[in-house]
């Protein structure tokens, strides 16, 4: 495609669920990022691929969250046991190499019920 | 630790009015810096960036930042804000990792 796309756009879930967010990162771009966008608190940073291996997973808050990248394309981001406090706009973005101009998706907005 | 800061949280401007957004960066070696925008209802985008070379550097829709080595700054700009720049700006940086970290955004209200 043409830009980055997550899916889904939207999930509702109740606490104590698993829950997986995708990301397709623009063809080509071996870097993939994730960020968690709360309102009054910015975009934190989560963790980044290059290629399939990540370099730093230093910002997943805890050991239920997991990330994992396939074919050095798709990623998927593993929330487990959801928490309320998980709720919050996950955002995914791509680059050619790191260190490079990042190109976002739309995010997905999860809600923890 | 590599970290950003942004000064303003929040900023509301009358049109015509000057823009000056302040960020400062931690990280200590080389330092790509950049400047993101996010309008209403829209992914964030890239509105400018410094690697290296003229410390001012322009964007896109008349902004410009200046990269202050010695002060550890790279603040936004702008002489003639409009209503359209409302909008979320975030600050980031890289450091030697890879890593992009973000600063905590500055919320931009342009009145009409």
């Known amino acids: 495609g043409a830009g980055v796309s997550q899916s889904p756009s939207n999930k509702v879930t109740e606490k104590g669920k698993d829950v997986e967010l995708r990301c397709d990162p623009i063809s080509g771009h071996t870097a993939l990022y994730w960020y968690r966008q709360s309102l009054g608190q910015g975009l934190e940073f989560l963790i980044y691929?290059?290629?399939?291996?990540?370099?730093?997973k230093s910002g997943l808050p805890s050991d239920r969250f997991s990330a994992e990248r396939t074919g050095g394309s798709v990623s998927t981001l593993t929330i487990q046991r959801t928490q309320q406090e998980d709720s919050a706009v996950y955002l995914c973005?791509?680059?050619?190499?790191?260190?490079?101009?990042?190109?976002f998706g739309s995010g997905t907005q999860l809600s923890v019920l | 630790a590599q970290s950003v800061s942004q000064h303003n949280h929040h900023v509301i401007l009358s049109e015509a009015a000057s823009l000056e957004l302040g960020c400062n960066y931690s990280y200590g070696g080389t330092v790509n810096l950049f400047w993101y925008v996010q309008y209403p209802g829209q992914h964030l985008q890239l509105l400018l960036k410094y690697f290296s070379g003229d410390p001012l550097v322009k964007g896109i829709k008349g902004f410009e930042a200046e990269f202050i080595k010695s002060k550890f700054s790279f603040n936004l700009r702008k002489p003639s804000v409009q209503w359209s720049d409302t909008a979320e700006y975030f600050c980031a940086s890289f450091g030697n990792t890879g890593k992009l970290i973000f600063g905590q955004g500055t919320t931009l209200q342009v009145k009409p």
């Open positions: 691929f290059q290629g399939n291996s990540a370099p730093d």
């Open positions: 973005a791509s680059g050619k190499p790191a260190g490079e101009k990042l190109f």
